[in-house]
């Protein structure tokens, strides 16, 4: 029973006609009333799920099924005439309201979906012989699938760069490619990359172009190897400075911790190197 029920005009007047008939009893009325309804709707969702409880139940029986001991024709009256039941003109009694007010498990039995199969089952076979030829095996039709269907995913088609284009992209890197010597390349080579594969975004082969041409004058893909590119940049001047450098600074560090004098200490200062304070010698 819905929580707002007990707040209807129409629950008031059930109560009220309740108390007119019930008299004095050690119970609220609005509890009698509830228990009515619940009982009432309780029958109908287990036996009249379409919520016409008069075909399933008459008069006595729906006096039995609510807890009603008195006279049922009396019950039946007062339900009517506070609108809990109508009265069809065939003399049906049905829940009032019953389909926007049922559970939603009641909705889904009442719904065609539901139905349809129940439907198709007890439709009566045709009497008599059959007219026309026997029909044969159905034939094997492979239906399309709808859900999956089988179509190939378009993908976007390569085109390929202005020269101008190449060079925006170059000036928001804030790089050093030559636009027309890129393009001219992969126009040249039909814009597959080095390995023969064709190129999808040109964005990411004026990337490549920029690593691989780091130094080269000419403007033409590096073929080196990735081996020989890192030994070549590691023997370049300013590399081989810094790591001289570094393994002076180790070298003069460890001279300076194991006898922190004024030479060892001399020698870091002229390498610039941060100098640390070491803890004095204990006697």
């Known amino acids: ?76 009256d007062i339900l009517v005439a506070c609108e809990w039941l109508d009265l069809e003109s065939d003399g049906t009694l049905v829940v009032h309201d019953w389909m926007e007010h049922a559970p939603s498990f009641v909705k889904a039995c009442n719904s065609a979906k539901h139905r349809a199969p129940h439907e198709r089952h007890s439709v009566s076979p ?38 101008l ?40 082969a004026v990337r490549t172009w920029e690593r691989n041409n780091v130094g080269n004058s000419r403007g033409s893909p590096d073929n080196r190897t990735t081996e020989q590119i890192k030994a070549a940049r590691e023997t370049s001047p300013d590399i081989a400075a810094e790591a001289e450098r570094s393994r002076r600074a180790k070298i003069a560090l460890d001279a300076y911790r194991a006898d922190p004098c004024d030479a060892t200490r001399k020698v870091l200062e002229d390498l610039d190197v941060y100098i640390p304070e070491l803890p004095e010698a204990t006697a």
């Open 1 to 76: 029973m819905k929580h707002t029920a007990t707040e209807l005009l129409k629950f008031k007047r059930l109560v009220r006609e309740l108390r007119k008939v019930l008299g004095a009893i050690p119970i609220d009325y609005e509890t009698v009333a509830v228990g009515i309804l619940e009982r009432l709707w309780h029958a109908t969702i287990r036996d009249a799920k379409d919520g016409r409880i008069g075909d399933k139940y008459a008069p006595d029986d729906l006096a039995e099924a609510v807890g009603w001991h008195g006279d049922e024709s009396q019950l039946v």
């Open 126 to 163: 045709p009497s008599g012989p059959p007219s026309g030829p026997p029909s044969g095996p159905p034939s094997n039709i492979t239906k399309r699938n709808i859900t999956k269907p089988n179509e190939k995913k378009t993908r976007k088609r390569f085109i390929a760069p202005s020269v």
């Open 165 to 204: 284009e190449v060079s925006e992209y170059c000036q928001e890197r804030k790089n050093a490619v030559n636009a027309e010597q890129f393009v001219d390349h992969y126009t040249a080579n039909g814009w597959k990359q080095a390995n023969g594969n064709p190129i999808k975004d040109w964005k990411a």
